[in-house]
């Protein structure tokens, strides 16, 4: 199910962990797995299961509990906007709203082109620098006013453009 070179990836974060507990790594081994799959499937989860030798269920609820595992399948891009208290009274509610309204989309929704999902996010640890939004679980975008969105989205859509060969 998963590539040679992503069981390698899963192998070296079992091997911080005591030989006796391996299932330490499930957070690390989902990452892995969800960032060559593109979400966490019931598949990819008994996968993980069966390779960290823990029952299933047990990586179900790693998955379900934190934010950052896609369950359901998202876009090329999940944009995910911080509104909680903090990023909220610093115009985390006004970036979410104004990508609904510039994507189409609502929270939790992904556009018929399948470019980008739209998340709400947890605390992201830089209330100073609010609004922030993370895409895809690992880029960090500050201070997001409306032309910041604006770019974003644009170069966003012009990476996927060239990936798909789209000039």
């Given amino acids: 199910m998963l590539s040679a070179e992503a069981l390698k990836e899963i192998d070296r974060a079992i091997a911080k962990y005591p030989a006796d507990q391996k299932q330490s790594a499930v957070m690390a081994a989902l990452a892995v797995a969800q960032g060559e799959v593109g979400w966490v499937s019931p598949e ?3 996968f993980v299961a069966n390779y960290l030798d ?3 269920v047990w990586v179900e609820e790693v998955a379900t509990f934190y934010n950052m595992y ?3 399948p998202v876009g090329k891009y999940k944009l ?3 509104t909680n208290l903090p990023c909220a009274l610093s115009g985390g ?3 979410g709203d104004y990508l609904k309204r510039k994507l189409g989309i609502d929270y939790n929704e992904t556009t018929p ?3 980008f999902t739209l998340k709400e996010g947890e605390c992201m640890g830089a209330c100073g620098d609010a609004p922030v939004m993370i895409v895809n679980n690992t880029r960090m975008c500050s201070f997001m006013s409306d032309d910041k969105l604006d770019a974003l989205v644009e170069e966003l859509k012009a990476e996927a453009g060239a990936a798909k060969g789209d000039k």
């Fill in 113 to 115: 082109c399948g470019t």
């Fill in 44 to 46: 990819v989860m008994e």
């Fill in 54 to 56: 823990m029952p299933p």
């Fill in 70 to 72: 896609d369950t359901r």
């Fill in 93 to 95: 509610e006004r970036a």
């Fill in 80 to 82: 995910a906007v911080c």
